[in-house]
């Protein structure tokens, strides 16, 4: 199975403050039709989790301007340009290349 | 908006069959992938596997033997049965639109207790 590791764990930030968590996978995640397959989720406390960003960058429907995705390969990264209260939770990155699926350990992000 | 809900018990023996329903309202089901992911209390998540409506499935390897996904277009339903559950099965299972998860159902803990 690809290994998806992500840094840091947790990450505590000052509303309006940028925020960045990094993601490597063991191997590409750039497929032969061109894609690559990363996924970037949040889950909120006591809820499940929300896509955020797929196929590395592209937003997904209702997901605020302020969280971005970069990277390729093997190194990815999320930013928030400015963390707001309701960004509080872990975040999770996940490869859809090679089954099964499999995620990060999550960052918890919390407000200072 | 679509929405998903999971049902089924919510504690299940040792070595019987774990049975979740997953019920799709506001869509059809005879479209799209069907997925199933769960997460053990306090860690992290784990794909199970997923289904197309049109009952292609593709399962995790380490659960594989004991996992079947099934749908019922008429109930706009889909399906997990894991058989010969251990502790280690213990987790909030969530049921999820699309083959990577875009819309997901509230989560259900299932406990596997005596």
């Known amino acids: 199975d690809i290994v998806m590791t992500q840094t840091p764990l947790s990450l505590s930030v000052t509303p309006g403050q940028p925020a960045s968590i990094s993601c490597k996978s063991s191997q590409s995640l750039l497929h032969s039709d061109g894609k690559t397959y990363l996924y970037w989720y949040l889950q909120k406390p006591g809820q499940s989790p929300q896509l955020l960003i797929y196929e590395v960058s592209s937003r997904f429907s209702g997901v605020p301007d302020r969280f971005s995705g970069s990277g390729s390969g093997t190194d990815f990264t999320l930013k928030i340009s400015r963390v707001e209260a309701e960004d509080v939770g872990v975040y999770y990155c996940m490869q859809g290349i090679h089954f099964p699926w499999t995620f990060g350990q999550g960052t918890k992000v919390e407000i200072k | 908006q679509v929405q998903l809900q999971e049902s089924g018990p919510g504690l299940v023996k040792p070595s019987e069959t774990l049975s979740l329903t997953c019920t799709v309202s506001?869509?059809?089901?005879?479209?799209?992938?069907w997925s199933w992911i769960r997460q053990p209390p306090g860690k992290g998540l784990e794909w199970i596997g997923y289904m197309y409506y049109n009952g292609n499935t593709n399962y995790n390897p380490s659960l594989k033997s004991r996992v079947t996904i099934s749908i019922d277009t008429s109930k706009n339903q889909f399906s997990l049965n894991l058989s010969s559950v251990t502790a280690a099965d213990t987790a909030v299972y969530y049921c999820?639109?699309?083959?990577?998860?875009?819309?997901w159902g509230q989560g259900t803990l299932v406990t596997v207790s005596s």
């Open positions: 506001g869509g059809s089901i005879s479209s799209f992938y």
């Open positions: 999820a639109r699309g083959k990577y998860a875009v819309y």
